[in-house]
T-cell receptor, first 115, second 114 residues
Framework: AQTVTQSQPEMSVQEAETVTLSCTYDTSESDYYLFWYKQPPSRQMILVIRQEAYKQQNATENRFSVNFQKAAKSFSLKISDSQLGDAAMYFCAYRSARGNEKLTFGTGTRLTIIP | DAGVTQSPTHLIKTRGQHVTLRCSPISGHKSVSWYQQVLGQGPQFIFQYYEKEERGRGNFPDRFSARQFPNYSSELNVNALLLGDSALYLC?????????????FGPGTRLTVT
């Protein structure tokens, strides 16, 4: 079974600064997807960024980028130029490339932005 | 376009009762998945349905069941409610046609069991 671990329950960053959220996962599969989701107080889970395991290039979406280390099974999220609207719970998630669409989530990191 | 909708928004039930939660996917989406998110935890996968067939089931007791209708909307049913069933229940929809399809989440239903 796959597991996802987020070892930082809480993180804080000054507005306009950069912060990195950590995630490690365990799997015996070679083909899978990794995601970072954001869940603000409104509760709605929003996809921030995704990474296909077969791609060596790290994914980037505007101020959000990942550091994907497949051998180390590590998948961190970097947020640049942090904004007040980035404050939320961030969840790392894994999905196999085979079978159903099951997402396996970590326990989340609460990100606070300090004005 | 409307996103994934869920009803009701909040629900309070008593132990032993039964509850039905509803989800309407994004227009054109044929796959619906259900997740349970206990306070302070990440969501846990309960079911996936595609074209009215169950495609996946998580590690939940038989008290949990679901179905998908011809219009692709879905219901999650929980029987004999326990205090531990108190959680946010999330629904996600996708095109479901194979390969990678992004899942879009609804706002959730907050269930409180007393």
């Amino acid at each position: 079974a796959q597991t996802v671990t987020q070892s930082q329950p809480e993180m804080s960053v000054q507005e306009a600064e950069t912060v990195t959220l950590s995630c490690t996962y365990d799997t015996s599969e070679s083909d899978y997807y990794l995601f970072w989701y954001k869940q603000p107080p409104s509760r709605q889970m929003i996809l921030v960024i995704r990474q296909e395991a077969y791609k060596q290039q790290n994914a980037t979406e505007n101020r959000f980028s990942v550091n994907f280390q497949k051998a180390a099974k590590s998948f961190s999220l970097k947020i640049s130029d942090s904004q007040l609207g980035d404050a939320a719970m961030y969840f790392c998630a894994y999905r196999s490339a085979r079978g159903n669409e099951k997402l396996t989530f970590g326990t989340g990191t609460r990100l606070t932005i300090i004005p | 376009d409307a996103g994934v909708t869920q009803s009701p928004t909040h629900l309070i039930k008593t132990r032993g009762q039964h509850v039905t939660l509803r989800c309407s996917p994004i227009s054109g989406h044929k796959s619906v998945s259900w997740y349970q998110q206990v306070l302070g935890q990440g969501p846990q996968f309960i079911f996936q349905y595609y074209e009215k067939e169950e495609r996946g089931r998580g590690n939940f007791p038989d008290r949990f069941s679901a179905r998908q209708f011809p219009n692709y909307s879905s219901e999650l049913n929980v029987n004999a409610l326990l205090l531990g069933d108190s959680a946010l229940y999330l629904c996600a929809s996708s095109l479901g046609g194979g390969g990678f399809d992004e899942q879009y989440f609804g706002p959730g239903t907050r269930l409180t069991v007393t």
